[in-house]
T-cell receptor, first 111, second 114 residues
Framework: GENVEQHPSTLSVQEGDSAVIKCTYS??????FPWYKQELGKGPQLIID?????GEKKDQRIAVTLNKTAKHFSLHITETQPEDSAVYFC??????????FGPGTSLSVIP | KAGVTQTPRYLIKTRGQQVTLSCSPI?????VSWYQQTPGQGLQFLFE???????NKGNFPGRFSGRQFSNSRSEMNVSTLELGDSALYLC?????????????FGQGTRLTVV
């Protein structure tokens, strides 16, 4: 069935360093890949997304890259700040028009 | 513009009871999806509704059901509650729910089954 893998499951970085989270997906027909940030006690918040006709997208300190051939996509956060600490989920919208989420990465930014 | 509203925020039920959760999507959004979030299983897709029709369903037992009204508001129902149904239930709304549409989540309903 459809599957999204995500690594690492936990990530700890010093404030100001970069953080990278990697995901792979199984449904080759997927063409929309959102990333969500979830803070404690809140619902997931869409932070950036990428469509399959684009290889990279940037929004200030956040960037996402997509390699459709390898079925990989990654989230890059530069100049991390303590408020970036949260759980991050990657997701892929499958050909059956449902969104499958990765298991999440708990990011801690140490001041 | 108001976001996705889920009610109630917290709920405690007893095993064997049933429960109904409500989701009001962003104005103009016609697709509502429901997810169950647990520490062990992560975010799992329950079902998706568009224009009052269920278009997709995840791998959950028939005790989990839902519906959507003509104003796009959606409800999900869980009957014969089990302890394992304790979870955060999230709904997400999107304009049309097709393969390139952003989905926005509500804050969720925290269900505890005792």
């Amino acid at each position: 069935g459809e599957n999204v893998e995500q690594h690492p499951s936990t990530l700890s970085v010093q404030e100001g360093d970069s953080a990278v989270i990697k995901c792979t997906y199984s449904d080759s027909a997927s063409n929309y890949f959102p990333w969500y940030k979830q803070e404690l006690g809140k619902g997931p918040q869409l932070i950036i997304d990428i469509r399959s006709n684009v290889g990279e997208k940037k929004d200030q300190r956040i960037a996402v890259t997509l390699n459709k051939t390898a079925k990989h996509f990654s989230l890059h956060i530069t100049e991390t700040q303590p408020e970036d600490s949260a759980v991050y989920f990657c997701a892929a919208r499958t050909s059956y028009d449902k969104v499958i989420f990765g298991p999440g990465t708990s990011l801690s930014v140490i001041p | 513009k108001a976001g996705v509203t889920q009610t109630p925020r917290y709920l405690i039920k007893t095993r064997g009871q049933q429960v109904t959760l409500s989701c009001s999507p962003i104005s103009g959004h016609r697709s509502v999806s429901w997810y169950q979030q647990t520490p062990g299983q992560g975010l799992q897709f329950l079902f998706e509704y568009f224009s009052e029709t269920q278009r997709n369903k995840g791998n959950f037992p028939g005790r989990f059901s839902g519906r959507q009204f003509s104003n796009s508001r959606s409800e999900m129902n869980v009957s014969t509650l089990e302890l394992g149904d304790s979870a955060l239930y999230l709904c997400a709304s999107s304009l049309s729910g097709n393969m390139n549409t952003e989905a926005f989540f509500g804050q969720g309903t925290r269900l505890t089954v005792v």
